[in-house]
C-alpha cells in the first residue's frame, strides 16, 4: 500500500471512531471555539484505540446517560514506543480518575505487543533510528529505508 493509500485507510479509520465516539473529541477552548483532540497514532493502534474509547463509553455508561462527566480526549500519540493519553479531567471525580487511569494503563501495556503499522505481533525495536513497536516485516522495511536514506 503506497503513502496516500495508507494515509486515506487512516484517516477515514480515525473518522469512524470520531464519529461512534463524538462526545470524546469536542471540546471547546477558552473562547468558546471548538476543538479537536490530537491522534497521532498509526493504523495498527487504531483498533485498540477504538476498544479503549468503547471501555471509556462503558465506563460512564454513556449508552444510557450520553453523559461522559466532563471527559475529553485532549492527545493520543505514541512516543518512546509507547502509546501516550492525555485527556482533559478538570471536571471528574478523584474516584473516576484513579479507575480510568487504570483502563489506560491496560491499553497502554497492550499494545506493546502489538506493531504500530499494522496491529499484527510485535515488539519495541530501538534500531531503527527511533523507538518503535514494529512486526518482524514492518522493522525490516523500516531498516531497508534507513539504509537507503542514510547508508546505514
Same mark, same amino acid.
Given at each position: 500500500?503506497?503513502?496516500?493509500?495508507?494515509?486515506?485507510?487512516?484517516? /477515514?479509520?480515525?473518522?469512524?471512531?470520531?464519529?461512534?465516539?463524538?462526545?470524546?473529541? @469536542?471540546?471547546?477552548? &477558552?473562547?468558546?471555539?471548538?476543538?479537536?483532540?490530537?491522534?497521532?497514532?498509526?493504523?495498527?493502534?487504531?483498533?485498540?484505540?477504538?476498544?479503549?474509547?468503547? @471501555?471509556?463509553?462503558?465506563?460512564?455508561? $454513556? &449508552?444510557?446517560?450520553?453523559? $461522559?462527566?466532563?471527559?475529553? &480526549? $485532549?492527545?493520543?500519540? /505514541?512516543?518512546?514506543?509507547?502509546?501516550?493519553?492525555?485527556?482533559? !479531567?478538570?471536571?471528574?471525580?478523584?474516584?473516576?480518575?484513579? /479507575?480510568?487511569?487504570?483502563?489506560? !494503563?491496560?491499553?497502554?501495556?497492550?499494545?506493546?505487543?502489538?506493531?504500530?503499522?499494522?496491529?499484527?505481533?510485535?515488539?519495541?525495536?530501538?534500531?531503527?533510528? &527511533?523507538?518503535? $513497536?514494529?512486526?518482524? /516485516?514492518?522493522?525490516?522495511?523500516?531498516? @531497508?529505508?534507513?539504509?537507503?536514506?542514510?547508508?546505514?
Amino acid at each position: 500500500m503506497d503513502y496516500e493509500d495508507y494515509f486515506k485507510k487512516h484517516e /477515514e479509520a480515525l473518522a469512524l471512531i470520531r464519529k461512534k465516539y463524538p462526545l470524546l473529541f @469536542e471540546r471547546y477552548n &477558552w473562547n468558546g471555539r471548538k476543538m479537536m483532540a490530537e491522534i497521532s497514532i498509526d493504523f495498527g493502534w487504531l483498533p485498540y484505540f477504538d476498544s479503549l474509547c468503547q @471501555e471509556i463509553y462503558d465506563f460512564f455508561n $454513556v &449508552w444510557d446517560t450520553n453523559n $461522559v462527566h466532563g471527559f475529553k &480526549w $485532549v492527545q493520543v500519540k /505514541e512516543k518512546f514506543g509507547g502509546l501516550r493519553l492525555h485527556y482533559d !479531567s478538570k471536571k471528574i471525580s478523584e474516584k473516576d480518575r484513579i /479507575e480510568l487511569d487504570k483502563i489506560m !494503563s491496560k491499553y497502554e501495556k497492550l499494545v506493546m505487543d502489538f506493531c504500530e503499522k499494522c496491529g499484527k505481533p510485535g515488539k519495541l525495536r530501538t534500531d531503527t533510528g &527511533w523507538i518503535k $513497536v514494529l512486526c518482524d /516485516e514492518h522493522h525490516q522495511i523500516s531498516l @531497508e529505508r534507513n539504509k537507503e536514506l542514510y547508508g546505514k
